[in-house]
């Protein structure tokens, strides 16, 4: 609980969505400390924005338990073969699909390479988002609502639909929420309200899916250290990011992992319409 860096950070600003090499401090996404048990041995997996921070982070965590992956991202080239040079390491294969979850038809496309390569589809993780800052309400276009519906909440609608028919029992689907779902910030507002629709759209998918034997969760996590952070918020956010927690500090994607490789594992079989919240102490209700 003590060993990853504290704020104040130093002053840092990327273009939207950002990268990982030019964080300061560098992000840790368990690269050297996950071991693997074999959990999601043999298991085929979608990860969405995979390429960095927590995706990374759980990425690293199922193959090392197991597992093979296609990472799907935006445009994030470098941190995307990164990520996937990772995958390699653990014995895995990879496939990485570049592209723009907006559109329904890349959503699917995605599922179509996932079983062209793997020949099943045991698990998916809805991850990618959108997240921009706005200090007042007539700063939010409405291009930007829109874009953050469409990449937030509807891509998961496109991507899950386009899954389950390839989906057997005893697999999951795992989305990312927020602790915004439950603890708006203002100037996250629509950011904060997809995140609250994610939450409910995980409660009524899992009951939708139950009788096919598949389970639907999602994680909730708190403030997170990752690209997202310096391209998305102003300096002053940044330098401080996490202090406002009970442990004073933001979390690193690694310590997100488990709780995905937890959902993910079939073990968990009598665990769906969960919300796992990992907020460094901050109440989720």
């Known amino acids: ?152 909440i509807h891509a998961m609608f496109y991507l899950v639909k386009a899954a389950v028919p390839h989906m057997k029992p005893g697999a999951s689907i795992i989305n990312t929420a927020s602790i915004n779902s439950d603890d708006p910030s203002p100037a996250l507002l629509a950011y904060a309200t997809t995140k609250g629709a994610i939450h409910n759209f995980t409660a009524g998918l899992a009951q939708l899916l139950a009788a096919k034997g598949i389970r639907v969760n999602a994680v909730a996590p708190g403030p997170i250290w990752t690209p997202l952070i310096p391209s998305t918020m102003g300096p002053d956010a940044v330098k401080t990011f996490g202090q406002n927690t009970p442990m004073k500090r933001p979390g690193q994607p690694a310590e997100l992992a488990t709780a995905y490789v937890m959902l993910a594992d079939p073990l968990s079989s009598y665990v769906s319409g969960a919300t796992v919240a990992v907020t460094g102490g901050r109440p989720f209700l």
């Open 1 to 152: 609980m003590t060993d990853f860096p504290t704020p104040p950070f130093p002053e840092q600003q990327q273009p939207m969505p950002g990268v990982t090499e030019k964080m300061k401090p560098r992000p840790d996404h368990g690269e050297d400390t996950y071991k693997g048990s074999g959990r999601l041995a043999g298991k085929a997996a979608i990860i969405t924005g995979g390429d960095s921070g927590i995706g990374r982070a759980v990425a690293i965590a199922f193959a090392r338990e197991g597992a093979n992956l296609v990472i799907a991202y935006l445009k994030e080239d470098e941190d995307a073969r990164e990520t996937a040079n990772l995958i390699e390491q653990a014995g895995r294969r990879v496939t990485l699909v570049r592209g723009d979850i907006q559109h329904p038809r890349h959503c699917r496309s995605i599922v179509e390479r996932a079983v062209s390569e793997f020949g099943s589809l045991d698990i998916l993780v809805n991850n990618a988002a959108h997240q921009a800052t706005f200090k007042d309400l007539q700063d939010i276009s409405d291009e930007e609502w829109e874009l953050t519906f469409r990449v937030n």
